[in-house]
């Protein structure tokens, strides 16, 4: 069978969604020393990331207000901070590679992301990825998160492919690997990001595992997918 597109997922595919919450917190703590949290940005930043590590990022804001009173920044304010923030993030290099050696390959490339579009975009943005994709799909944008499948199936349509020519590559057990499932489609799961030990259970027929995406084309060998162009 010959494989015609990829399709990837975003966060924690392409490059550590870790960087974006970090970058976002930086925003944060120094509007935070700025209205009188009593701390330096750095310090500040030191405080919203450990926390992070201990407890995650849901609350993170409140638990922050809370343990600085002096601060004139409400909750409301930090969220949107985060949320409309221009991120400092970038590519990981294998995921640089990866992109242009499927491109070189003659594979139709498609980004699939979950998430506030207009974050999601942001990050795009950021990214510089765009120019190195043919197409950018937002689920949320179509009311379709995933595992919903219809943002993958848009893709295949934005880019001409049948998806049984597609192969979705994402680290997500329940989000990526359940909508390829769902919709049929081969899979690449990255082991990387916060689900990298969580084991898939229900798997598309066409499956394979890597842990890093400079594996990418030798696993679409395994899985017996040769890649062609469109042409
Ligand atoms: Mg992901």
Redesign the pocket.
């Known amino acids: 069978m010959t494989a015609r597109a990829l399709l990837f ?5 392409l490059f550590a ?1 870790e960087s974006f919450v970090r970058s976002g917190y930086a925003q944060v703590a120094a509007a935070a020393s700025a209205a009188g949290a009593g701390e330096s940005a750095a310090a500040l930043l030191d405080r919203l990331w450990y926390d992070f590590r201990r407890l995650g990022r849901t609350g993170a804001f409140d638990r922050f207000a809370a343990a600085h009173p002096g601060c004139a920044l409400s909750v409301a304010e930090m969220v949107k901070l985060y949320r409309e923030h221009r991120p400092t993030i970038a590519l990981d290099d294998p995921a640089r590679r990866a992109l242009a050696v499927a491109r070189a390959n003659g594979l139709a490339l498609a980004l699939v992301t ?1 998430g506030a579009a207009a974050t999601q975009a942001r990050k795009v943005e950021a990214l510089g990825v765009a120019p190195l994709v043919d197409a950018v799909v937002y689920t949320w944008a179509l009311e379709a998160p995933k595992p919903d499948p219809r943002g993958f199936l848009e893709a295949c349509a934005r880019l001409g492919v049948a998806p049984a020519q597609a192969v979705v590559v ?3 057990p329940y ?2 690997v359940e909508a390829a499932r769902r919709a049929g489609l081969a899979m690449i799961r990255l082991r990387a ?1 916060r689900a990298a030990e969580i084991e898939t259970r229900d798997r598309p027929a066409l499956y394979a595992e890597i842990d890093t995406l400079d594996a990418l084309p030798e696993a679409l060998k395994r899985l017996g997918l040769t890649q062609g162009g469109a042409a």
């Open positions: 997922d975003l966060d924690d595919t969604e979950d994402g680290d997500d989000h990526d990001g």
